[in-house]
């Protein structure tokens, strides 16, 4: 949607909520709902973030992607370290729905749930708009490669700031107790979330050189 204005952004985004509240593609998430609505941040926004899928206790039941369990509390803790507030962002998953299993715990989405769900996600890049998208664990850096390809891994490329679709993206690791046990310390963490406030700031000049560009 390069060229839209906000207003065209902001009713290209509630259509897309309301498609994504209708889907049915993934037999396994029919009774389950999108976390997808206003409250995942604002169109427009500096960052966009990109996790694996709702948790049952944090998105799924809050409605809001990494909210209200211990991944989201460590989420809001790195965000507050480089500045950011959930004001600043704009937050989504790669898989919509919450895939947890028939014993109700969480489960990994499928490659076949995340590929329903490209569609929708393609879409959110392109109506939010943001310079900066970060990826949040393997499941999403890998969601991106079906909106444009690319080599990268998390292993290789964490914390890297990288040109991708016009925009700047920085892997991250998830912000899981899990992974913080045995992937990537708390201290690890948060030297990665720098290269996010980097991002954004080198983000920030490029549009700047634009502009002055433009006046000439």
């Known amino acids: 949607m390069k060229g839209a204005t906000a207003g065209a952004r902001r009713r290209e985004f509630e259509a897309l909520v309301a498609e994504a509240a209708a889907c049915v593609k993934c037999p396994a998430m029919c009774g389950r709902s999108a976390v997808l609505s206003g ?42 370290a480089i500045g950011l507030a959930r004001a600043d962002i704009f937050i989504t998953n790669a898989a919509l729905c919450n895939p947890r299993g028939e014993t109700g715990a969480n489960r990994r989405p499928t490659r076949g749930e995340v590929a329903n769900c490209s569609e929708f996600l393609r879409r959110q890049i392109e109506v939010v708009n943001a310079p900066v998208v970060v990826t949040l664990g393997a499941v999403s850096l890998e969601a991106l490669r079906a909106v444009e390809y690319h080599r990268l891994t998390l292993k290789e490329n964490v ?27 708390e201290a690890a963490q948060l030297e990665d979330y720098k290269s996010v ?16 560009a433009r006046g000439v």
């Open 39 to 80: 409250r995942n941040g604002r169109v427009g926004a500096r960052v966009m973030f990109v996790g694996e899928a709702p948790g049952r206790q944090g998105g799924d039941r809050t409605r809001v992607p990494f909210s209200g369990d211990q991944s989201g509390r460590n989420f809001s803790r790195y965000l507050a």
């Open 159 to 185: 914390g890297q700031i990288v040109e991708w679709r016009g925009r700047l993206l920085v892997p991250l690791y998830h912000p899981s107790p899990q992974v913080l046990a045995s992937h990537r310390r």
């Open 197 to 212: 406030a980097r991002a954004i700031s080198l983000a920030a000049t490029r549009a700047k050189r634009k502009t002055a």
